[in-house]
């Protein structure tokens, strides 16, 4: 069985940093074909996607927002990384990873509301 | 990337059926037949009902059907019952940079 989750901060200030780790168990990151995913989702609003690490280290990033992410992984601890520079009110969501394999993002993890606010 | 374009919500009495459509562009739906919908009860988190355009993971009724005619994707939902009340969102992938683009989501109410 795939289960994800999210960790972090669930409140930062405008400017800073937003780092977010996503812990899973019942996959590999070293299979062939397997990546891992960060998708948001503004209250009210439709989920956006924001970055793909697949197995093989190949990153994908949102165009509208690649020059403020990062992500990585860690294999050998089933964790993967994203990074959000520049915080901004406008970026609070739920903040959603989820397994991707082939073109699906599924299952998704539970979720976590991060909001930014002074 | 435009979001793709979902009715804002439907609604159907139980045992009835609906169809929520999806409407994207050649670059997104209308080249690849990489459509998923996602049904979202509150505070939970999307689950996939649909992908590939009309496959069904396993668990899901086969109540759920999908299909696709030219850049429009549609989602019928047959038998309505009462815990399908949720939003659903489609999704497409859209080439190399863009991996997935969502619709707006459609409000399903069984009424």
């Known amino acids: 069985q795939i289960t994800l989750k999210e960790s972090g901060p669930t409140l930062v200030k405008p400017t800073q940093t937003l780092t977010l780790t996503c812990t899973f168990s019942?996959?590999?990151?070293?299979?062939?074909?397997?990546?891992v995913g960060w998708i948001r989702q503004p209250p009210g609003k439709a989920p956006e996607w924001l970055a793909v690490?697949?197995?093989?280290?190949?990153?994908r990033y949102s165009q509208a927002l690649k020059t403020r992410l990062t992500i990585t992984k860690d294999t050998s601890k089933n964790q993967v990384v994203l990074t959000m520079t520049n915080m901004d009110p406008v970026d609070t969501a739920t903040y959603y990873c989820?397994?991707?394999?082939?073109?699906?993002?599924?299952?998704w993890g539970q979720g976590i509301l991060v909001t930014v606010s002074s | 990337q435009s979001a793709l374009t979902q009715p804002r919500s439907v609604s159907g009495s139980p045992g009835q059926s609906v169809t929520i459509s999806c409407t994207g562009t050649?670059?997104?739906?209308?080249?690849?037949?990489?459509v998923s919908w996602y049904q979202q009860h509150p505070g939970k988190a999307p689950k996939v009902v649909i992908y590939?355009?009309?496959k069904r993971p396993s668990g899901v009724p086969d109540r759920f059907s999908g299909s696709k005619s030219g850049n429009t994707a549609s989602l019928t939902i047959s038998g309505l019952q009462a815990e399908d009340e949720a939003d659903y969102y489609c999704?497409?992938?859209?080439?190399?940079?863009?991996?997935?683009?969502f619709g707006g989501g459609t409000k399903l109410t069984v009424l």
């Open positions: 989820a397994h991707r394999r082939a073109w699906l993002f599924d299952p």
């Open positions: 019942g996959f590999s990151l070293s299979t062939s074909g397997v990546g």
């Open positions: 690490v697949y197995w093989d280290d190949d990153k």
């Open positions: 050649s670059s997104d739906v209308g080249a690849y037949n990489y």
């Open positions: 590939d355009v009309s």
């Open positions: 999704c497409s992938y859209a080439g190399y940079y863009i991996l997935a683009v």
